[in-house]
Nanobody
């Protein structure tokens, strides 16, 4: 089993920045993709960004050029640097890990508002 713990969410003004982190523990050796998804009230959960075992990254069109996903192998974490935040980025952000099963974190709230 894999346990994922997110941190870094909060309230930020439009144009501001936040950095989310997701720490993985447990049977982490079999993970080959980790990523971030988000879900706003009344909307479907959508991919924000992911990163594969060998470092290949993928981004939603809506966040390209503003968000950056990275990993820290020594700390068994992935990070999401979010810059130039917009009100439409407001959502609960979930960390996801994929091995032979799919694991989700508890989610962390990101609110972009003046």
């Amino acid at each position: 089993q894999v346990h994922l713990v997110e941190s870094g969410g909060g309230l930020v003004q439009p144009g501001g920045s936040l950095r989310l982190s997701c720490a993985a523990s447990g049977s982490i050796g079999s993970i080959y993709v980790m990523g971030w998804y988000r879900q706003a009230p009344g909307k479907q959960r959508e991919l924000v960004a992911d990163i594969a075992r060998y470092g290949t990254t993928n981004y939603a069109d809506s966040v390209k050029g503003r968000f950056t996903i990275s990993r820290d192998n020594a700390k068994n974490t992935i990070n999401l640097q979010m810059n130039s935040l917009k009100p439409e980025d407001t959502a609960v952000y979930y960390c996801k890990a994929v091995s032979t099963m799919v694991f989700w974190g508890q989610g962390t709230q990101v609110t972009v508002s003046s």
